[in-house]
C-alpha cells in the first residue's frame, strides 16, 4: 500500500508521535539514573540531543 505525503503525515501523527513521546518521557525519566559515561547515559544523552532530527519526520510526510 503506497501513501500520498498526507497520508503518510496523518499516519505518523496518530500513531508515531504518542510513541515517540513515551520514549522521550522514558529517556528524561531514567537519564538521572544512570552514569553519564556508561553506554546507557551516552545512548540517552545522544537521542535527548538528537531529538529534533530524530523526530523531524513527523513534521512532513514526504520523508520516507
Known amino acids: ?3 500520498n505525503g498526507e497520508e503518510r ?3 505518523r501523527l496518530a ?3 504518542r ?3 513515551d520514549i522521550k518521557a522514558y529517556l528524561e525519566r ?3 539514573n ?3 559515561k556508561s ?4 545512548r540517552a ?3 535527548l540531543s538528537n531529538w529534533k532530527a530524530l523526530t523531524r519526520y513527523c513534521e512532513d510526510g514526504d520523508l520516507e
Open 34 to 36: 544512570v552514569l553519564p
Open 1 to 3: 500500500m503506497k501513501l
Open 45 to 47: 544523552a545522544y537521542a
Open 19 to 21: 510513541i515517540l513521546d
Open 9 to 11: 503525515l496523518a499516519l
Open 15 to 17: 500513531k508515531s508521535v
Open 30 to 32: 531514567e537519564r538521572p
Open 39 to 42: 553506554p546507557e547515559g551516552k
